[in-house]
């Protein structure tokens, strides 16, 4: 029988990608924590309703990008495509927005039907943060310092830059995308298919078109940032004005538009040169309406969203490197059950050492090859006549001339643990 594949898009998190992995989500998860913000799990799956509503129709996502079904019961379900929408029907749902200053941060994957190419995954994953009931530009602020502070923590501050604008208010939208539609009417024939189509239904969005001829066309559309509310446009005064306080450095781009329905006021990206055309790292905004749309009290919010497969082909192109290899490893051909109670008693006796057993059994010869091949630093070696007597051997994979060291059954813990404290201290 043929072998059954991976659906196109859905990647499998191999054994040797795995460390890579928790060593970003050790580091991200601290730099959550120094802020405050307390981890939220949330269903993958929710009534389609959750995201129709807070993302918009006339969105990428919803149009064409959703997963979405009917259930056994009947009942209309989405693969989550985004964290904010369920973290906000979560937070309603629980009463966890009646106190202001809620901060949560989420991980884990989120689901598009997009087409596969490099940085774009049908399944891929995302780490989030939210600030909830905060309305002072000092929220926005402040969770821009996290999202540095995590380049700073991951070694990426040289390879991404910082875009930021501003959305204004729902009335200012309203009346911007009015003037934007009176710009367009006339050019109408020379846009894009999808931005033809969009001035209709989204026209914002014009902005996002990769299309060159349009391009041009919007460079000297009227500005958003001409068009907002005098506190729209202070509040994003302010927040410019912290982050240069911060040291923060940033660029505004007024084409900065964001692709979901739900954003208003400050909008920001992170971005990278260094992937191609997917270069958006981080992206985020204010959500001022969301709350309400979702069924809640008026609660204004902020938050962003990170792509970890895209930072992890930043790391990796940066040489970023983190294995994760057995401490020890055991090779004997004596009676298995001596070698299971060898390696239970140093598990007991050092509850952080990693111990690897030569469970295949087969010569010394091949078992020296495998345990060097697991990249483990040391060997114990049980001979039959020496376990008698209450001795191991145990040798340093990693010295030039690897000699045996005898040591006693009731020291080999003790030892271990020295030794180990001796690599991570060198
Ligand atoms: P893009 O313009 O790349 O389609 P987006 O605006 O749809 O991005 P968001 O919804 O803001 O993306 O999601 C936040 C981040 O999640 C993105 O900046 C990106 O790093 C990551 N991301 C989004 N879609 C995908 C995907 N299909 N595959 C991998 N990462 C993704
Ligand atoms: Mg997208």
């Known amino acids: ?10 990647h499998d998190i191999l054994p040797e990608q795995s460390p890579l992995w928790r060593w970003l989500e050790k580091r991200v998860s601290n730099a959550f924590a120094a802020y405050d913000f307390q981890e939220i799990r949330i269903p993958m799956l929710e009534k389609a309703e959750v995201f129709t509503r807070a993302i918009g129709q006339a969105t990428d996502v919803v149009e064409k990008e959703m997963y979405t079904f009917e259930d056994r019961n009947g009942e209309l379900l989405s693969l989550r495509p985004e964290g904010t929408a369920g973290v906000v029907r979560s937070a309603i749902q629980h009463g966890l927005l009646s106190v202001p200053g809620l901060k949560v941060w989420y991980q884990g994957p989120m689901f598009r039907h997009e087409r596969p190419q490099k940085g774009r995954q049908r399944q891929f994953h995302q780490f989030g943060a939210e600030v909830f009931g905060i309305e002072a530009a000092a929220a926005d602020a402040e969770l821009i310092a996290l999202g540095e502070r995590i380049w700073r923590a991951i070694g990426l501050s040289d390879r991404v830059r910082l875009e930021i604008n501003s959305l204004g208010d729902r009335e200012d939208r309203q009346r911007y995308r009015r003037q934007l539609v009176d710009f367009l009417q006339p050019h109408r024939d020379a846009l894009d298919e999808d931005s033809q189509r969009r001035l209709e239904t989204n026209p914002l969005r014009i902005f996002d078109s990769k299309n060159e001829r349009t391009r041009q066309i919007m460079a000297n559309a009227p500005r958003l940032a001409d068009a907002l509310s005098e506190p729209a446009r202070a509040h994003f005064e302010e927040v410019c004005g912290l982050l240069d306080d911060l040291g923060i450095a940033y660029e505004i781009n007024p084409g900065l538009v964001r692709g979901l329905d739900y954003y208003c006021r400050t909008v920001f990206e992170w971005i990278t040169e260094d992937l191609g055309a997917q270069g958006t790292v981080c992206a985020g905004g ?14 204004p919010g902020i938050g962003f969203a990170m792509g970890v497969e895209r930072l992890l082909a930043l790391l990796e192109s940066a040489g970023v490197e983190a294995a994760q290899a057995p401490h020890v490893f055991i090779v004997s051909r004596v009676a298995p059950q001596t070698m299971l109670s060898v390696a239970e008693r140093l598990r007991d006796e050092v509850p952080e050492l990693r111990v690897a057993v030569s469970l295949a059994g087969g010569s010394m010869k091949s078992q020296f090859k495998r345990a060097d091949r697991s990249g483990a630093r040391w060997s114990v070696i049980l001979g039959e006549s020496e376990i008698e007597a209450g001795q191991v051997a145990i040798k340093d994979l990693r010295a030039e001339r690897g000699e045996q060291e005898m040591v006693h059954l009731d020291e080999l813990a003790g030892h271990l643990q020295s030794a180990l404290a001796g690599t991570e201290r060198g």
């Open 1 to 10: 029988m043929n072998n059954i594949q991976s659906i196109r898009g859905m």
């Open 286 to 299: 204010r959500y001022n309406d969301l709350v309400e749309i979702q069924g809640g009290k008026p609660t």
